[in-house]
Structures are given as C-alpha cells and as structure tokens.
C-alpha cells in the first residue's frame, strides 16, 4: 500500500488549505485514516480519524477549523484546513490503520509528509 500526500504550502494566518491523501488501492474504504502532524522539537499529533464507515474524530486543536473527509471512488483522503494558525505549522502525514476497541488509533501505514507553514 502507497500513500501519497499532497496540497501543502504556506498560508497566511487565517487562510485555508486541502490536503489530499491518494492511495495506490481500496483501503480507504475497508480501512480508518487518519492525519498526523509533526512540528520541529514537538510531539507528533494525530489531528483527524476518519473510519471506514464515515465516522469522524478531531484532536481538540482541530475540532471547528479542520474537516476530514473520504472519497472511496477516487481511493483518496482529505483534510481541509481553514482559520489555520501559525501554531497549525507542521509536517503532515496521511495513515491508513485500524481503529482499536479501546478507541485509540493504531496507523499501519504513512504517507511521506507534506509540509505547512503559516506566517505572515
């Protein structure tokens, strides 16, 4: 399974982006994604879950700003970006996983990153 992310760049403060999450097969529609983010000398953050059946799940950083969406037909993922911050400035990652009974997240397979960058 490959994945492939693409749609970052750099925004100013309170713009919008799309991120897109292209898979090489149909696991999007039998499998949970999910998107990771990562920012220099922090944490490594899942951001949003999205599960086979359309079921959605946000990070508390993301909840009202961010929307993750599936396309099953096109085998691909979508995060989209609005009011983005400057603390939203990261290296985001798409995954395809499981999602365990306890709720948590479990990523089995990662996209290579995309970079954000919000600055005025």
């Known amino acids: 399974v490959q994945l492939q992310a693409s749609g970052g760049g750099s925004v100013q403060p309170g713009g919008s982006l799309r991120l897109s999450c292209a898979a090489s097969?149909?696991?999007?529609?039998?499998?949970?994604a999910g998107w990771y983010r990562q920012a220099p000398g922090r944490q490594r953050e899942l951001v949003a879950t999205?599960?086979?059946?359309?079921?959605?799940n946000y990070a508390d950083s993301a909840k009202g700003r961010f929307t993750i969406s599936r396309d099953n037909a096109m085998n691909t993922v979508y995060l989209e970006m609005n009011s983005l911050k400057v603390e939203d400035t990261a290296v985001y990652y798409c995954t395809s996983g499981v999602l365990l009974r306890s709720g948590d997240y479990n990523p089995i397979y990662w996209g290579q990153g995309t970079q954000v960058t919000v600055s005025s």
């Open positions: 999205i599960t086979s059946a359309g079921s959605t």
């Open positions: 097969g149909s696991i999007f529609s039998i499998r949970t």
